[in-house]
């Protein structure tokens, strides 16, 4: 591989958040609360409203509903970016966040495994372990076969799985994804699909935003916000 991964620009910056107080039992897991969580601008009608969640590790969790019902809003909030309108979302032992954007966005000259050895570089690793332990997250986005391409020659689906391969290897206590599909072709959306399960990893929280029927069915469980103005708790429900 390119020595030349060692000088990577660090494009992707730590977002530390305030963390709620913890005990000892519960090993620093991530954890994010959400209770009658619900936000609207201005005076305008409520996005959602009486939200009530849990958010655990080890599953990625599906954030649901039409365009304009509030999905990036409420990434938002819960990323503690945004302050709801009403309610209160807590997040515990969540100090490092990553935002995947509809778009991929990489280095047009730099291979697809330097994207991914660069977080790893950072947290000390050396080329040779970071090199390691990129081939095994990009295994789990089905993208070794590509792994000495540059950026530029990647299609839009291995881009985008190379931009989720990326956050995990940045090792974040929350992952956000916001519509991974939405620019891609049905052929495309549906190997991003077949990947999402490779996000689930014990140590993150992974929150996906979707209006996908197909994107929703790959989640572990769902939030819809097709049911923000129910007065009874909108827990994420199983696909």
Do not use: Y
Not at 50 to 71: R, Y
Not at 103 to 119: C, F, L
């Amino acid at each position: 591989m390119n020595d030349h991964a060692a000088s990577l620009p660090l494009t992707e910056t730590p977002i530390r958040v305030r963390n709620a107080a913890h005990n000892d039992d519960d090993h620093d897991t991530p954890l994010v609360t959400g209770t009658n969580v619900g936000h609207r601008f201005k005076n305008g009608p409520w996005l959602f409203s009486n939200l009530n969640f849990t958010l655990h590790t080890g599953e990625a969790i599906g954030l649901c509903g039409p365009s304009g019902s509030g999905k990036s809003t409420l990434l938002s909030i819960i990323a503690g970016f945004d302050n709801p309108s009403k309610g209160t979302v807590t997040r515990e032992h969540v100090s490092r966040i990553r935002w995947v954007f509809q778009n991929p966005h990489g280095m047009p000259k730099r291979t697809a495994i330097d994207h991914v050895v660069q977080p790893l570089l950072g947290q000390g690793l050396t080329r040779e372990q970071a090199e390691d332990e990129a081939v095994a997250i990009m295994s789990m986005f089905r993208l070794t076969h590509v792994a000495a391409r540059e950026f530029s020659e990647l299609s839009g689906g291995e881009a985008q799985r190379l931009m989720l391969a990326r956050a995990i290897a940045s090792k974040p206590d929350l992952l956000l994804v916001d519509e991974p599909t939405a620019q891609l072709d049905q052929h495309t959306a549906n190997d991003i699909d077949a990947t999402l399960t490779g996000l689930a990893q014990d140590d993150v929280i992974v929150i996906i935003a979707t209006h996908d029927s197909n994107t929703r069915a790959a989640c572990s469980r769902v939030i819809d916000l097709a049911w923000h103005d129910s007065a009874s708790t909108a827990e994420g429900r199983m696909s």
